[in-house]
């Protein structure tokens, strides 16, 4: 099962994505949690891609296909993958295509701007292990500590509402027209978005023939 996650920032693609990469047996491949840890790590490609992820503006294309490439030239991509985040524009979906990747589903969470707005106050996730919560909605065991690895929660750098629109923004002119895209292909699976997170999961499997 080749699986796309699509949707705007915030939309629960990586929250979505852990729950059905643990039900479907396949990895997640987020390229946010990649570029998060490359800048961690202090490597070239972290370097060059924090001023753009701060502004809240897509890292360029050449950057995120040669990354893409390689991850899902990996070992444990053989039985297939989830891609969190992306494609995000029509050329990254294109080399995908070009390299003779088929992808079984892709799966667009549609949620308004606003009820984004909103939640995205709530975020924080694991400065270690990436994993992500919302202080309502998915609340940790215990304030402020990650469930998994037990490291301290913080909010997002690229979470100020600030931040959020102009991501909002690059979704709507950039990312959108995927849907156009892959609806061509006949492999859109649009997904209302639902109140709690556990009816996502269940309106995605639906959507899935699952
Ligand atoms: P990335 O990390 O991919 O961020 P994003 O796409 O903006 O998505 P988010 O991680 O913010 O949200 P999400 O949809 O995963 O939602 P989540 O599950 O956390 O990318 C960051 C940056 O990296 C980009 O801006 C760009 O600069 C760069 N980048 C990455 N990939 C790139 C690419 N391919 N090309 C170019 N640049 C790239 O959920 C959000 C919150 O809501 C959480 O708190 C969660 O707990 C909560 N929640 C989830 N579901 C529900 C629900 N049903 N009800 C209530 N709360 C919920």
Avoid: W
Avoid at 5 to 17: E, I, S, V
Avoid at 46 to 58: F, I, V
Wanted: charge should be negative.
């Amino acid at each position: 099962m080749k699986l796309i996650l699509l949707g705007a920032p915030g939309a629960g693609k990586g929250t979505q994505a852990e729950i059905l990469s643990k039900m479907l047996g396949i990895p997640t491949i987020s390229t946010g949690n990649i570029l998060r840890a490359a800048i961690k790590d202090g490597t070239p490609v972290g370097l060059e891609a924090k001023h753009y992820m701060d502004a809240g503006k897509l890292v360029p294309d050449e950057v995120i296909i040669e990354i893409i490439h390689e991850r899902v030239a990996e070992e444990d991509c053989k039985d297939g993958y989830i891609l969190d985040g992306v494609p995000r524009t029509i050329a990254q979906a294109e080399s995908l295509e070009k390299a003779g990747i088929v992808f079984d589903h892709v799966v667009s969470l549609e949620i308004s701007d606003e009820v984004i707005m909103d939640r995205m106050g709530g975020r924080r996730v694991c400065e270690h292990c990436g994993a992500s919560y919302h202080v309502v909605a998915v609340p940790p065991k215990a304030e402020g500590v990650c469930d998994t690895c037990g490291c301290k929660l913080v909010r997002r750098k690229d979470d100020e509402p600030e931040t959020v629109r102009a991501r909002l923004e690059v979704y709507h002119k950039k990312t959108e027209p995927l849907k156009a895209y892959y609806a061509e292909r006949g492999l859109l699976r649009p997904v209302e978005n639902q109140p709690t997170v556990a009816e996502n999961s269940e309106a995605i499997l639906r959507v899935l023939g699952r």
